[in-house]
């Protein structure tokens, strides 16, 4: 196992798609997943083969498709859901199932009405029977984040021994604190005596908006997979977004860990993702949101157009995002104002500039946004002739 490598174990397809109205079909979900290939994700979660026919077809025929990715379709920890996931995935290049049961106290009590000795059970069953189709095979144990921390690293241990190659920690409800989450991680690496026989996976969700910091706590102390989705789809709040991982990753250099994505293209997939799920991505959203790379207010505006690394941490470039955004609103200062008059071709002084900053806050007082029509018509006419024509060609 590459040591520093974090595995993309990206599962729009699955957990993203469960997204109330974010049913895909089969031509949708194989447009998609050449995509997330393209963008160099390590692993694709195609879908839960056994819920239903539709589901089946889709991971059948993107396991077909796909030539360097993994392809991975989901089951229980029972014996039909593992055999239909197995038929699923037999043309994939790199299948793996994805298997699992609930480790949570709550969830052996209340879903399963069970006992913790039954959950082991079940569990090392499901591995050996999906180990019969495939070498690759990856254990989740739903609900880590609130099981007993002993149980867990017990149950672990056998799946491993059991053949798992993956060992998937979820925090399923999203309750974990990153602190915590870390810990849980760590409590395996140094309990579970076979854990260097697999790769620990994160999978978290954002229920308290701890997803991405928890799955980087997850790597930071020894997970070397984090399962996510393009904007963070998810069920409820949704999961871990891919696309802030790979970008904290690649931000913090002295963590020493890196992933294969090509984020030139996270940006279009981000769009393309959201068009065909029919989630607008809010405006915030980090990385891909379309204010992420929008200066606003004078004092960033000022700082942003003398250097922009002042306030941008991620050249806009590098993300496959537009080139920065100076918004002109209420709120911007005369620095913005002369930025973007030039742009749109005037030369004026600074005296001249002084009098249309009055005129410009009068018009933003009244709008959310000041657009470049606005600038134009608020021009006085004996101003008019400061258009520079040189410019205006430039720009045009
Ligand atoms: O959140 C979760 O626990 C899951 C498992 C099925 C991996 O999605
Ligand atoms: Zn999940």
Same mark, same amino acid.
């Given at each position: ?26 031509? /949708? ?40 990715? &993994? ?39 209340? !879903?399963?009405? &069970?006992?913790?000795?039954?959950? =082991? ?10 180990? @019969? ?35 998937? =920690? ?26 260097? !026989?697999?790769? =620990? $996976? ?41 696309? /802030?991982?790979?970008?904290?990753? !690649? ?29 607008? &991505?809010?405006?915030? !959203?980090?990385?891909?949101?379309? @204010? ?16 922009? &690394? ?13 080139? $920065? ?40 007082? $009244? ?12 021009i006085p006419s004996e101003l008019q002739v400061k258009e520079d024509k040189g410019a205006m060609a430039m720009h045009a």
């Amino acid at each position: 196992m590459p040591h520093n490598k974090i595995y993309i174990f990206d599962t729009t397809l699955r957990d993203g798609e469960q997204v109330p109205g974010c049913k895909l079909n089969t031509k /949708e979900k194989i447009e998609l997943a050449l995509s997330l290939e393209a963008l160099g994700v390590d692993i694709i979660e195609a879908g839960f083969p056994i819920s239903s026919p539709g589901d089946f077809e889709s991971v059948n025929e993107i396991s077909k498709i796909i030539k360097n990715a &993994t392809v991975c379709g989901l089951t229980r920890a029972v014996q039909k859901d593992i055999e239909v996931a197995a038929e699923a995935l037999k043309y994939a290049k790199k299948p793996r199932i994805h298997t699992g049961i609930g480790a949570s106290d709550i969830h052996i009590k209340y !879903k399963f009405n &069970t006992t913790r000795e039954d959950i =082991i059970d079940r569990a090392i069953r499901a591995v050996k029977l999906a180990k @019969n189709f495939v070498d690759d095979v990856e254990f989740y144990a739903e609900d880590a984040g609130r099981a007993d921390m002993r149980f867990l690293a017990q149950l672990i241990e056998k799946v491993i021994t059991a053949g798992a190659t993956v060992v998937n =920690i979820p925090d399923t409800t999203g309750y974990c604190l990153p602190g915590q989450y870390g810990e849980i991680i760590a409590f395996l690496k140094n309990n579970v005596t076979n854990i260097d !026989k697999a790769i =620990i $996976s994160c999978h978290c969700h954002n229920d308290l908006g701890l997803a991405t910091a928890n799955s980087i706590a997850g790597v930071m102390n020894g997970a070397r997979q984090i399962e996510c989705t393009i904007n963070g789809l998810g069920e409820r709040a949704g999961n871990t977004s891919l696309e /802030e991982v790979v970008m904290v990753l !690649k931000q913090h250099k002295e963590l020493g860990l890196y992933t294969n994505v090509d984020a030139k293209l996270l940006w279009p997939l981000s769009r393309q993702v959201s068009e065909v799920m029919r989630v607008p &991505t809010q405006p915030n !959203k980090a990385i891909v949101g379309a @204010n992420a790379f929008s200066h606003s207010s004078g004092i960033h505006q000022d700082g942003f157009l003398k250097e922009a &690394t002042t306030y941008e941490i991620i050249d806009p470039l590098e993300v496959g995002a537009d080139l $920065s955004k100076i918004v002109l609103t209420a709120r911007s200062g005369r620095s913005a104002l002369a930025f973007r008059l030039h742009k749109l071709g005037y030369q004026f002084n600074r005296d001249e500039i002084d009098v249309l900053y009055q005129i410009f806050l009068q018009v933003a007082d $009244s709008k959310k946004e000041v657009m470049d029509n606005d600038l134009h018509a608020m021009i006085p006419s004996e101003l008019q002739v400061k258009e520079d024509k040189g410019a205006m060609a430039m720009h045009a």
